[in-house]
């Protein structure tokens, strides 16, 4: 399985960006799907998860300004919709996936979110 992301940037804040993780060499579709952030000198925090058990849910920081979805027209993508970006949203973003019947996760291989004041 290997994850590709794409979609990272530079953007003043109040724009948005549109994050995209493209998922190749499935068989399964994932139980688990979410996007993490690690800013410069914090831990890895969890953004956003979409499950069939629980649910999507947002880190409040996010809430209502980041949607998180899965794939049109047939492609196995994931996608993080980020509107009214805040400096405070500068970081390394990564999606993440979880599939039957291991629950083995795995990560892409991050994409670069900047916003400037």
């Known amino acids: 399985v290997q994850l590709v992301e794409s979609g990272g940037g530079s953007v003043q804040a109040g724009g948005s960006l549109r994050l995209s993780c493209e998922a190749y060499?499935?068989?399964?579709?994932?139980?688990?799907t979410a996007w993490y952030r690690q800013a410069p000198g914090k831990q890895r925090e969890l953004v956003a998860s979409s499950s069939w058990r629980s649910g999507t849910t947002y880190a409040d920081s996010v809430k209502d300004r980041f949607t998180i979805s899965g794939a049109n027209g047939g492609r196995n993508v994931l996608i993080l919709q980020m509107n009214s970006l805040k400096p405070e949203d500068t970081a390394i973003y990564y999606c993440n996936l979880v599939f039957p019947p291991s629950g083995r996760a795995y990560w892409g291989q991050g994409t670069q979110v900047t916003v400037s004041s």
């Open positions: 060499g499935i068989t399964f579709r994932p139980t688990l």
